[in-house]
């Protein structure tokens, strides 16, 4: 039976929320009746608001882009490069706008083709600087361009 509800249950997958470096992650002044992750003391939200290129920060950017650009809810969504192993490359297009995101999913350099960006602006990237045309390991940029209809 308790092999059974191991299967089952959730609880051995959820674990206190880690506020911070605190005894049980700031959870809690009592012992949580379920253990805390251990990697609190490097993962946890006070250090998420901490670092301004967290995932915490990530979200707001992209919630914001959300908010300002029609084109992530209402545009067409066409996959590109579909038969390549490492990236996910897509575009949206709406009216004349035309955004491109591609996502290196591998441990490796990757190269992309590059000649459909013209005069692209860049809307979020997970590397400070990017080279176009080539992709590092595991980045993702999303760019953006006015169309030629």
């Known amino acids: 039976m308790l092999r059974y509800m191991l299967k089952s249950s959730r609880d051995h997958a959820r674990t206190p929320m880690q506020w911070n470096?605190?005894?049980?992650a700031g959870f809690s002044d009592q012992t949580?009746?379920?253990?805390?992750?251990?990697?609190?003391l490097t993962i946890n939200a006070e250090d998420e608001i901490n670092n301004s290129?967290?995932?915490?920060y990530?979200?707001?950017?992209?919630?914001?882009?959300?908010k300002t650009y029609e084109i992530i809810t209402l545009g067409k969504y066409e996959l590109m490069?579909?038969?390549?192993?490492?990236i996910y490359?897509?575009?949206r297009l709406y009216k004349d706008e035309e955004m491109l995101v591609?996502?290196?999913?591998?441990?490796?350099?990757?190269?992309?083709?590059?000649s459909i960006l013209n005069d692209e602006k860049i809307l979020?990237?997970?590397?400070?600087?990017?080279?176009?045309?080539?992709?590092?390991?595991?980045?993702?940029?999303?760019?953006?361009q006015k169309r030629v209809i």
């Open 21 to 24: 470096k605190d005894k049980n």
């Open 32 to 40: 949580p009746w379920i253990m805390v992750n251990p990697n609190y």
């Open 53 to 56: 290129n967290s995932i915490f």
């Open 58 to 66: 990530t979200y707001q950017k992209l919630i914001q882009l959300r």
């Open 81 to 86: 490069m579909n038969d390549d192993e490492n």
């Open 89 to 91: 490359a897509y575009k």
């Open 102 to 114: 591609y996502c290196n999913f591998s441990n490796q350099e990757v190269v992309y083709d590059a």
């Open 124 to 144: 979020i990237q997970n590397y400070e600087k990017h080279q176009k045309g080539t992709l590092k390991p595991y980045e993702s940029i999303v760019f953006y």
